[in-house]
């Protein structure tokens, strides 16, 4: 079990410029989530996958923003025509699908975005 | 969405005991959670409780849970140096909702 990964680290990238991160959750884990934290503030969800399915968006994913999960693996998520708004640290999470009962979810060490 | 509140910072003597609180306004989650976030790393579970429970106890770590008031608490017993972090209640069943934290800052 390595963990939940997520490249790059940090990005810093220039206003309007496209940007795009990519998480790999644990292998046997078919739900992934993305949460954005902003300084001073907790993670704010995003949007998650069940397999490749993308089940939910959250109203603070502009249309600049889109995630795919095409194989049920892996993610990506893409910033288009970027903001110095969209400064965060972009966070991924991953856990087995299941509601009602506990199912953990794990997080990655997250990408740090700077927009100049 | 739902509405998480904590209080900002706490400062806490090493041996003594810690409590954050949280807030909250829908209690239809079937779990509440503490996470742990410390600089440069990942966040990191500390604990849970089920809603149907009023108290959990995880070695020095004291869940409580108030449905009626929708507050919950994290008991740090023999607070220590390495649980200086930001400490986030979470609620929600797939999409956690997540308090700003609390900075606990542990001093000799």
């Known amino acids: 079990d390595t963990g939940v990964s997520q490249d790059p680290r940090h990005k810093i990238t220039k206003r309007g410029q496209n940007v795009t991160f990519r998480c790999d959750p644990i292998?046997?884990?078919?739900?992934l989530y993305w949460y954005r934290q902003t300084l001073g503030q907790g993670p704010e969800f995003l949007t998650y996958?069940?397999?490749?399915?993308?089940?939910?968006k959250s109203r603070l994913l502009s249309d600049r923003f889109s995630a795919e999960r095409p194989k049920g693996s892996f993610s990506t998520l893409e910033i288009q025509r970027t903001e110095q708004g969209d400064s965060a640290m972009y966070l991924c999470?991953?856990?087995?699908?299941?509601?009602?009962?506990?199912?953990?979810?794990?997080f990655g060490p997250g990408t740090r975005l700077t927009v100049l | 969405g739902e509405d998480v509140e904590q209080s900002l910072f706490l400062s806490v003597r090493e041996g003594d005991s810690s409590v954050i609180n949280c807030t909250y306004t829908d209690s239809s989650s079937t779990y509440l959670y503490w996470y742990k976030q410390e600089p440069g790393a990942g966040l990191q579970l500390l604990t849970y409780i089920f809603s149907n429970m009023d108290m959990k106890q995880d070695q020095r770590l004291t869940v409580l849970l108030n449905k009626k008031d929708k507050h919950l608490s994290l008991r740090i017993a023999d607070t220590q140096t390495g649980d200086s972090a930001i400490y986030f209640c979470a609620v929600n069943d797939y999409k956690l909702s997540f308090g700003a934290g609390t900075t606990v800052t542990v001093r000799a």
């Open positions: 996958f069940q397999n490749e399915a993308q089940l939910e």
């Open positions: 999470a991953s856990s087995v699908a299941g509601d009602g009962f506990y199912n953990e979810q794990f």
């Open positions: 292998s046997e884990h078919n739900r």
